[in-house]
Structure formats: C-alpha cells, structure tokens
C-alpha cells in the first residue's frame, strides 16, 4: 500500500484535522512516511491566518515539486485545509504538478479522492464544496500510532464561526458554525479514555458557540445529577456538554480551545468553580485593549466587559492561568489605542500571550479600512508589547519556585527528549528528569527553577 506524509501548517485545529485524515488513511492500509522523501502521497494541510503561512505552504509546494517529483514521479501532491479551501482551483492553476485539493468540509474523502488518483482513474481533484454534517466526520485517533501510551487527546466538537471578526478569515475558509451532538462527542470521549487518555481538549474555531446553530437544545441528554448542579442559571449548551464530558470516569483533566471572551456567561464561570477536572486555565483572546479598536475588529465587547470576565474568573478559581491573543497594529490603531492594549495587559497580568502584527487578509473587511499601519509601526509595537508580556509572564513563572504542583506526565520534553515534560493545571509546562513509567501519571513535583514559560521540577520528590 502507498505511503503518505502529510504535513501541517498553523492551529491545533489543524493539527487535529491532519491527525483525523491519516488516521483514516491508516484505516484503509496506508502506512505513514517519515519524510517527504521517501512518501508516495505528500499532502500539506494548509493555513490562511496569515499571508506569511499561505506563502511557506505554496513555497513548500514549489520545493517539493522541484525536488522530489524528480526523483519520484509518480508522487502525488495535495493541498488541503484553510487555503484549500479558500484558492481552490487556483492552486492547480498556478502550480499545475498539484494532484489534489481538499476543502475544510471534505477530509474525510481524501483515501477515495487518492486511490482514485493513485489508480489513474482520475487526473486532478478539486473539491471544496460545502456538505451537510462533515463536523462530525472528524473522530479517527492516531494516539501516537498506537506504539506509546497517548496521554491527551483532541477531540473537534464543532466547524465554522459566524463572529466574522473584521480581521478573521476564517468564517470563509471554515463555513458556518456547526456543532456535533453531544452524545456523539462523549462516546467518543469515553472512547479514548478507555484507551488510557487523561486529558481531553475540546476543540472548535469558537467553542464557547458551540450548539448555538445547528441542534437544538432538546438534543441533548444529560444525566439528571449534571443539571441539577446549577439550578439557578441557565447553562448554555457548551456549559451541558462540559457538564456531560465531565461524567465519564477515569478522565482527569478536561481543557477546550478556542473559546471566545464573549462566550464566558456566569454558567461557563461557575463551570471552573464547580467541575473538579475542567483546569484551571482560560485562554480568553482578547486582540486589543482600546474599546475604539474592539469595535472596528467586530469583537462584541468592551475593556470593560472583558476586565469583567477576567475578574469574575479569579473569584471562582483564584489560581487560574489566563492567556489571550493580541494583534498589534490592526488598521486605525493609533498610538493611544496600542497604550491602552499595554495597559490591559499590565492589568490582567496574563500569564502568556501570543501578539500577532496584524496580516491583511484579502476579502476580509478590515483588509479595506483606512488607516492600514505601515510595516515598522506594526513591529515596533509587537516587540515593546512582546517586552511587557515577557517581564509579567517572568514574574508569573518565578511564583511558582518552592511550590508544590500537580502536572500530568505527557512524555519526553520536546527540547531535550532525554527528561520528561507535563502540564499543570493552570497550563504551564514543567520538565523534569523522571522515566518513561511516569507518563500518563499525575504526579506532584517540586518547581525549583522557572525558565521563559518553562518551569523545572525537582527530581528529588519524584518517585522513581
Ligand atoms: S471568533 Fe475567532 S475564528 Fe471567529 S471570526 Fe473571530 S477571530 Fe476568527
């Protein structure tokens, strides 16, 4: 059977979605490449965030058709996801040893469209049409080939965004919201704890939207002990899922992405108060701290509002991690705008925070405002904000040495294989020397040493 290597570009949506697709190539007999070299199918799952990310992938594209097609012509090639999606055709167009390409509804596909190609049946494939219930077609699990114990796992719970920030071109490369049932997530939840998962991370371009269009309440059993628990408030639906979720036994840590600041109700507030294994860490992407700016981005709150969240989140979980996203030099940001984004982040005290220079995106509304900031503003403003997020994050991470903390043992360090790493609650990573028993383990360690968003443990008070 052919081999594929499929490589991806930008969020951990993407990630997943990669995941899901060799999984199902796996299925069907494929067997994984370890690199494009020797790969029979080279798939690159794409990235439109930004212009940078689409111009690496089609550079990539170029490289790969220079380079290996030489050596190996039969070699199929496609491109898939956000940029997929959104050039279609074009891509064939302009790059024409390009095979396949695979809009954001249409993964689950890709092991016919490349058998079809593979067996010379057909030439090239285009799709990228939008289909009815593909947010539920994205459920195979690789869990690390199977070779290793996978700790944590990424489930999609649903596609899409309807916020269409005015910077954001992800509303037209992932469609509208659609969610998957809740009784469909959770069996597949239950699923991979019984193949030894701790941590689960629920996962959607806006998951705090998740069931708003698509299902309607009616559709979503709970057990009667879950909806009791806050008899007050009225628990939106992605609260109810969390809620479910939360029932299976032998699941540790429940973590989800991307929510959006607008989505944290009092139910979702209450939810880190009351549910033991939801972490305690809330990414709540704030992209500007000027209520001038907020509005021109589309966002749907206020400073205020957001300092409101933020406030309410440390009441009901005072040891929680909060992280955001920022993007410096969005058009018509002036210099007073960008103080008030430093002047929230001092505020809030975020523990990390990704700041994005604003990228124009085409067909995107903000891409057409007056006032676009010129390139050296944009990274004059990332560096000094990039500054002040360092020096709070620094202090955040020296608070930690002496502690005692619970981490959850994910496996070897990405930067030095030789020791372990996990992951507090609050969502900081910790290394350590220990050894391979430990992973999957929930251990307490003691932090003797914070590096840049990295924290040490003691081995000493590690049972080895
Ligand atoms: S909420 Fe997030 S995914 Fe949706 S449009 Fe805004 S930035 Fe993009």
């Known amino acids: 059977m052919p081999s594929v290597f499929i490589k991806t570009y930008g969020c951990q949506m993407n990630e997943r979605d990669s995941e899901a697709v060799a999984a199902q190539l796996v299925a069907k007999g494929y067997t994984l490449a ?3 070299a020797v790969a029979d199918v080279i798939l ?30 039969e070699v199929v090639l496609g491109f898939m996801g ?4 959104s050039r279609g055709q074009e891509l064939i167009d302009r790059l024409p040893d390009v095979d396949l390409v695979l809009g954001t509804q249409k993964f689950h596909h890709a092991a016919n469209y490349l058998d079809e190609i593979l067996a010379g049946r057909r030439d090239k494939i285009v799709d990228v049409a939008a289909e009815q219930g593909s947010e539920a077609t994205i459920r195979e699990h690789l869990l690390n080939g199977n070779a290793q114990k996978s700790v944590t796992a990424f489930v999609s719970i649903m596609q899409g965004c309807n916020q269409y920030c005015t910077f954001c071109i992800v509303p037209y490369t992932r469609g509208e919201e659609r969610s998957r049932s809740i009784p469909d997530i959770v069996a597949e939840c239950r699923q991979l ?57 032998g699941l540790e840590r429940i973590r989800f992405t991307a929510p959006h600041p607008k989505g944290y109700g009092d139910d979702l507030i209450q939810a880190y108060a009351r549910l033991p294994q939801l972490v305690g860490s809330a990414h709540l992407p704030v992209q500007s701290g000027s209520d001038r700016v907020l509005k021109l981005m589309h966002r749907g709150y206020t400073r205020e509002r957001f300092l409101g969240i ?34 929230l982040a001092r505020e809030v005290q975020f523990d990390n925070a990704y700041i994005f ?42 608070a930690f040495v002496g502690q ?61």
């Not at 559709?219 to 809620?243: I, N």
């Not at 981490?407 to 900081?428: D, H």
């Open 193 to 249: 704890v019984s193949q030894g998962v701790k941590e689960i991370t629920l996962l959607g371009q806006i998951v705090t939207s998740y069931g708003k269009r698509g299902f309607g309440r009616a559709e979503l059993p709970l057990g009667q002990d879950a909806q009791q628990r806050v008899p007050t408030t009225k628990k939106t639906s992605f609260v109810q899922l969390l809620d479910a979720v939360h029932e299976i036994d």
């Open 357 to 398: 220079k604003y990228s124009q995106r085409r067909d995107t509304p903000a891409a057409e405002m007056p006032g676009q900031v010129p390139l050296k503003i944009r990274e004059e403003r990332n560096h000094r904000l990039l500054e002040t997020i360092n020096e709070i994050g620094k202090r955040k991470y020296d």
């Open 82 to 85: 956000c940029m997929a999606q």
């Open 404 to 464: 005692r903390t619970q981490i959850l043992v994910e496996g070897p360090s990405k930067k030095n294989p030789a020791r372990l790493a996990g992951r507090t609650r609050c969502n900081k990573i910790v290394v350590f020397d220990g050894s391979e028993r430990h992973r999957g383990q929930l251990l307490d360690v003691k932090i003797t040493r914070a590096g840049s968003f990295t924290l040490y443990g003691d081995p000493a008070i590690v049972n080895l």
């Open 44 to 73: 690159l799952n794409t990235c439109s965030v930004r212009d940078f990310a689409e111009q690496k992938a089609i550079g990539k594209m170029q490289n790969i058709a220079a380079d290996v097609r030489k050596h190996h012509p």
């Open 310 to 343: 933020v406030r309410k989140l440390r009441r009901a979980k005072p040891d929680i991690g909060i992280t955001t996203d920022i993007i410096v030099g969005f058009p018509g940001e002036t210099e007073d705008d960008f103080e008030q984004t430093l002047s």
């Open 34 to 36: 370890p690199s494009e």
